[in-house]
């Protein structure tokens, strides 16, 4: 399949079967900005906790933090993004449309002065106002990343939590940038979610932790489904780093427009909290309580987007297979991920008994699992439509049923049936997914 076609396919897919869609379409859209429906909120959901749990649940040197999204103007001040978070941008004299000159060919960039303006430099914040009366209001900007709510508070957790290096601190949250888009669906848009961690450490230590937060966040993509190979760890050149940062390697995956970040892993030595401490007036080093020595920890930073990973997750997971003749399109997402673990499907929809039972034991299983009931169509489109959105299991109720109290539960991957009694349905399913 042609890369751009896979990419048309997965954008269909997304609209038809109620993944993603376009903001405020009915007004004609927002220029990329997107909503996640029914499937959609699902999975970015189920991301989320699979992200949450490894990261953060299963560790004992992680805790977490919901930062609000304004901050006070200084934090930005701080950690340079006032000054600094800028794009290089050009007009065309023409079509009157913006670019950053480093999207442009050289072969453009050459045109610079004739068919397009000289480059001025754009702040990426979204800005505005708080306050109640226009003339007495201030301007704060919704915030570019997460991370500076984690340094702001850094002094709040180690008193309220009493932690010990090497700890870390896990966010999850919307952030903003002003910036002229590429395109590609989800990939790139001005409202975004990330899921980043600040993990913090010795100066003596960071280079040990870096290497192992590189090679633990790539194990998390193909332990949730992402093949390997299309995979790869891309180390950031000298002239690439940030001026404050040791080093930084990006988890690049290949979409179907080429191999782009999903994920950047850096090694941000101790400059954050050396420059909140050095604006706001306070004293954010570490005491180690055994020497008595105070030290500005030094910072591991993997910070990955939500809906880049969505997006990777469902290329990755989307398969077009021929079976009896006919194509079969199916989601093969990671059990974790899949937005609805069972669909529970009545044979007659007219059969009111049949109805009755299948409602019962779709009544039962959403107690514990995520759970569809569907009779809009004959069975053999309602498996069709449970593969495209990667349902992992299907439950046909049936005539006989009705009398030997058992189910038919189909499998999405292997499409194998196997006839279960009713009162081990739910433990069945539950084994299988464990």
């Not at 007004?27 to 949450?52: I, M, Q, S, V």
């Not at 914040?125 to 702001?152: C, H, N, W, Y």
């Not at 059969?351 to 699992?369: F, G, P, R, W």
């Not at 009779?375 to 449970?386: N, T």
Request: with cysteine.
């Amino acid at each position: 399949m042609h890369n751009s076609d896979l990419m048309d396919k997965i954008v269909s897919l997304c609209k038809r079967r109620g993944f993603i869609f376009q903001s405020s379409e009915i007004y004609g859209g927002l220029a990329n900005a997107w909503d996640y429906g029914p499937f959609g909120a699902e999975l970015k959901r189920n991301l989320k906790n699979c992200w949450w749990k490894s990261n953060v649940s299963e560790r004992d040197d992680m805790v977490g933090l919901d930062a609000a999204i304004l901050m006070h103007p200084n934090t930005w001040k701080a950690s340079g993004h006032a000054e600094n978070f800028t794009d290089l941008l050009v007009d065309d004299k023409k079509t009157k449309k913006r670019f950053r000159v480093d999207h442009l060919s050289p072969e453009e960039q050459a045109k610079i002065g004739t068919q397009y303006t000289e480059p001025r430099e754009f702040n990426l914040m979204l800005k505005t106002r708080l306050g109640a009366v226009e003339d007495t209001s201030s301007d704060v900007f919704l915030r570019p990343e997460t991370a500076q709510g984690i340094f702001v508070n850094f002094k709040n957790i180690l008193d309220s939590t009493s932690r010990r290096l090497p700890f870390g601190i896990a966010q999850i949250g919307k952030s903003f940038r002003n910036e002229i888009t590429a395109g590609n669906f989800v990939f790139r848009m001005r409202e975004f979610e990330q899921m980043e961690i600040e993990y913090f450490t010795t100066a003596e230590d960071s280079d040990a932790c870096y290497e192992e937060w590189i090679n633990r966040r790539f194990n998390w993509y193909t332990e949730h489904g992402i093949r390997k190979e299309n995979l790869k760890l891309r180390k950031h050149d000298d002239d690439e780093l940030a001026h404050y940062a040791k080093g930084c390697t990006d988890v690049e995956y290949q979409f179907p427009f080429g191999w782009s970040e999903l994920e950047g892993i850096a090694n941000r030595t101790d400059y954050d909290l050396k420059q909140h401490a050095e604006l706001s007036g306070k004293d954010l080093r570490y005491h180690n309580k055994i020497t008595n020595e105070r030290f500005y920890p030094y910072v591991i930073e993997p910070s990955g987007g939500v809906d880049r990973a969505a997006l990777a997750f469902l290329v990755d997971a989307y398969h077009e297979e021929e079976v009896d003749g006919r194509s079969r399109v199916v989601l093969k997402l990671h059990k974790d991920l899949a937005p609805t673990k069972v669909a529970v499907l009545p044979l007659l929809k007219k059969n009111a008994d049949i109805v009755s039972m299948a409602q019962s034991i779709k009544t039962d299983l959403q107690k514990s699992l995520t759970c569809v009931y569907d009779d809009s169509a004959a069975i053999g489109k309602l498996y069709r439509r449970q593969d495209e959105v990667g349902t992992f299991f299907c439950v046909t109720v049936d005539v006989e049923s009705l009398d030997d109290k058992q189910v038919t539960v189909r499998d999405r991957d292997t499409m194998g049936q196997q006839r279960v009694p009713v009162e081990n349905l739910k433990r069945y399913i539950q084994d299988q997914l464990s």
